[in-house]
T-cell receptor
Framework: DVKVTQSSRYLVKRTGEKVFLECVQD?????MFWYRQDPGLGLRLIYF???????EKGDIPEGYSVSREKKERFSLILESASTNQTSMYLC??????????????FGEGSRLTVL | GQNIDQPTEMTATEGAIVQINCTYQ??????LFWYQQHAGEAPTFLSY??LDGLEEKGRFSSFLSRSKGYSYLLLKELQMKDSASYLC??????????WGAGTKLIIKP
């Protein structure tokens, strides 16, 4: 069974803390993505990666960074957490198909609360 | 700007049929996805349409009209387990996904 695993389902952090969200996939997918999901809004893309050590900014990269040292692992880093980063964070992966029409496989999400 | 519109919430009865609509405005178009997301769970892929017409997959069907910028997801023989949010996403000319806010479907006995 294919799987995208996010390290923490629930986190509570204080303003200014550094936060690491880890995502691991076991499907040998080239593409990996980080989204945030907020009530009343569509999924918003933070960063994505099409290959190891490669990263591209999405629609809302400010306040975030990412790391992809290994193909199966894609980490999201909040250098200094703020209350407006309280959200559900979803990691996803997909095969590198022609022109990104591949199905996304999502992790179960990490709900981050910043106090 | 780019936009995906879908109803916020719908209610339907177990055993019935429901149609969830999605209209899109994207810079170019390279297909439309539907995902299902149960509360507290990961979204899971339902369908991908790039050509006009209806594609059937068991109890679920997805329709696309590119000329109208319109899609719908049709769920037949509704079951209680179909209670979930349904996410519509369009793929623009840069092959980036534009997501709707999702439609929460409530199934009543």
């Amino acid at each position: 069974d294919v799987k995208v695993t996010q390290s923490s389902r629930y986190l509570v952090k204080r303003t200014g803390e550094k936060v690491f969200l880890e995502c691991v996939q076991d499907m040998d997918h080239e593409n990996m993505f980080w989204y945030r999901q907020d009530p009343g809004l569509g999924l918003r893309l933070i960063y994505f990666s099409y290959d190891v050590k490669m990263k591209e900014k999405g629609d809302i990269p400010e306040g975030y960074s990412v790391s992809r040292e290994k193909k199966e692992r894609f980490s999201l880093i909040l250098e200094s957490a703020s209350t407006n980063q309280t959200s559900m964070y979803l990691c996803a992966s997909s095969l590198r198909q022609r022109e990104n029409t591949g199905e996304l496989f999502f992790g179960e999400g990490s709900r981050l609360t910043v106090l | 700007g780019q936009n995906i519109d879908q109803p916020t919430e719908m209610t339907a009865t177990e055993g019935a049929i429901v149609q969830i609509n999605c209209t899109y405005q994207t810079s170019g178009f390279n297909g439309l996805f539907w995902y299902q997301q149960h509360a507290g769970e990961a979204p899971t892929f339902l369908s991908y349409n790039v050509l006009d017409g209806l594609e059937e997959k068991g109890r679920f069907s997805s329709f696309l009209s590119r000329s109208k910028g319109y899609s719908y997801l049709l769920l037949k023989e509704l079951q209680m387990k179909d209670s979930a949010s349904y996410l519509c996403a369009g793929l623009d000319s840069n092959y980036q996904l534009i997501w709707g806010a999702g439609t929460k479907l409530i199934i009543k006995p």
